[in-house]
């Protein structure tokens, strides 16, 4: 059983629409959430993190967490074709380190 | 200044050598990871250090084994590579235990030929 799901995508959007991404996770014990933004062959760069349930916005990033629902979002406002990249969302709640989603390529059309 | 950094950037290598790969983090940080992530872009948790102290070893071949000599470092030594460990392999700190908002290199594409 994979303990977090995510779309691979790809997603592609025109320039300027709100794009939503989403993954789910199955272990209740998951207490802190993050998202990555993976530019090809660069390092996952950490873009928002929230921990346990609720909302946090960062600029054109918000960043939801529903733990009943074991759910994570992450909307971005006015996407730019620079926002093209892979999203990462990944999950932790103890010493384990972190469980990542596979990614979704997301592509912006100017 | 560079966060985590990880050298080589590339490795090429034939099947049975060994190879090592270096990580280094100024930022304080107590825990360090090492994450491979496949041609699938799937990114998954190998070792993680605190302290200097494994804390998570995943299932991993025995002929990958990391090092700590410090809590600034960890580096990964590869025994008798294998076509199938070709694929980019990620460095990364925290400050705590748990993975909590951990930072990454830049990644070490390693290809086995």
């Known amino acids: 059983q994979k303990e977090v799901e995510q779309d691979p995508g790809p997603l592609s959007v025109p320039e300027g629409a709100i794009v939503s991404l989403n993954c789910t996770y199955s272990n209740s014990a998951f207490q802190y959430f993050m998202w990555y933004r993976q530019y090809s062959r660069k390092g996952p760069e950490l873009l928002m993190y929230?921990?346990?349930?609720g909302n946090k916005e960062d600029g054109r990033f918000t960043a939801q967490v529903d733990k009943s629902s074991k759910y994570i979002s992450l909307f971005i406002r006015d996407s730019q074709p620079s926002d093209s990249a892979t999203y990462l969302c990944a999950s932790g709640g103890g010493a384990d380190g972190l469980t990542f989603g596979k990614g979704t390529h997301l592509i912006i059309q100017p | 200044d560079t966060a985590v950094s990880q050298t080589p950037k590339y490795l090429v290598t034939q099947m049975g050598n060994d190879k090592s790969i270096k990580c280094e983090q100024n930022l304080g940080h107590d825990t360090m990871y090492w994450y491979k992530q496949d041609s699938k872009k799937f990114l998954k948790i190998m070792f993680s250090y605190n302290n200097k102290e494994l804390i998570i070893n995943e299932t991993v071949p025995n002929r990958f084994s990391p090092k700590s000599p410090d809590k600034a470092h960890l580096n990964l030594h590869i025994n008798s590579l294998e076509l199938g460990d070709s694929a980019v392999y990620f460095c990364a700190s925290s400050l705590y235990r748990g993975g909590t908002e951990a930072f990454f290199g830049q990644g070490t594409r390693l290809t086995v030929v």
């Open positions: 929230t921990y346990s349930s």
